[in-house]
């Protein structure tokens, strides 16, 4: 099949939408995305975003996404990328699509001189932990990630 990688546009969208839609569902948390189609448009394409975000096309058909942003390491006193998403739909998997897109992402950091590429994996995700394993990635098991949202953001911020 061929393996067609462009940057994603506000058209994609309501397609960027349905995968992330997707993804949630194979992460076992649909209820957790309360975004929509347009505040997608709006937030990932709007003046100002900081945000980019691939299509990845087999025969004509978009099959998956990707988005990252820049991210700034202090210790290497350099920029890097966060590679928040990277879905392909799951009767595409396997084909070489998610290889292709990061692998354009990775391209897109050496070319912007980043110190790094990072995402996060959940930790019983295996395919994907082997397939990150397969092209050299790395766990960073000594770093344990935190967040506040929601409520608990709400409250600290006060």
Not at 84 to 98: C, H, T, V
């Amino acid at each position: 099949m061929n393996v067609i990688i462009r940057p994603a546009r506000p058209e994609d969208a309501t397609a960027i939408y349905d995968m992330i839609y997707e993804l949630a569902v194979y992460e076992k948390a649909p209820e957790e995305v309360v975004t929509t189609p347009d505040e997608i448009r709006e937030t990932l394409f709007g003046a100002g975003s900081k945000t980019e975000a691939l299509i990845c096309e087999m025969d004509g058909k978009t099959v998956g996404y990707a988005v990252f942003f820049t991210s700034y390491s202090t210790w290497l006193g350099r920029n890097g990328i966060y590679m928040e998403d990277l879905y392909i739909s799951p009767e595409y998997r396997g084909k070489g699509a998610g290889r292709a897109m990061l692998k354009n992402i990775a391209q897109c950091a050496v070319k912007r001189q980043c110190g790094r590429l990072e995402w996060s994996v959940l930790d019983w995700n295996q395919p994907a932990i082997d397939f990150y394993l397969s092209i050299g990635a790395l766990p960073q098991s000594e770093w344990v990630r935190y967040r506040l949202d929601g409520e608990a953001l709400l409250k600290f911020a006060e």
